[in-house]
């Protein structure tokens, strides 16, 4: 059974920090390639970082050099450093993993920046 979960999310004031975790099981993590995605209220879900098998990483313009994906293949875990976070960060974070013709979601994790 594939399973995502995801963990790390909270409330965290303006320029603060968090770092998001997503622990996968049930597939080869090694082979996969992994995204965080978020949605916030109204708007469309998302890709944020991009971290391939070999760990050539990707951002999207609004979170380039604040935030950073990495992964640990020996615990299936794959993180999103997530620094100066901004109220627009606010919206939950999701986790992907793509492998093969396949792609798995999480459930998420609610991320909230508020003074």
């Known amino acids: 059974q594939v399973q995502l979960v995801e963990s790390g999310g909270g409330l965290v004031q303006p320029g603060g920090s968090l770092r998001l975790s997503c622990a996968a099981s049930?597939?080869?993590?090694?082979?996969?390639?992994m995204m965080w995605y978020r949605q916030a209220p109204g708007k469309e879900r998302a890709l944020v970082a991009t971290?391939?098998?070999?760990?050539?990483?990707n951002y999207a313009d609004s979170v380039k050099g604040r935030f950073t994906i990495s992964r640990d293949n020996a615990k299936n875990t794959v993180y999103l450093q997530m620094n100066s976070l901004k109220p627009e960060d606010t919206a939950v974070y999701v986790c992907?993993?793509?492998?093969?013709?396949?792609?798995?979601w999480g459930q998420g994790t609610q991320v909230t920046v508020s003074s």
């Open positions: 971290i391939t098998t070999i760990g050539n990483t």
């Open positions: 049930g597939f080869t993590f090694s082979r996969s390639t």
């Open positions: 992907k993993a793509a492998y093969l013709i396949s792609s798995y």
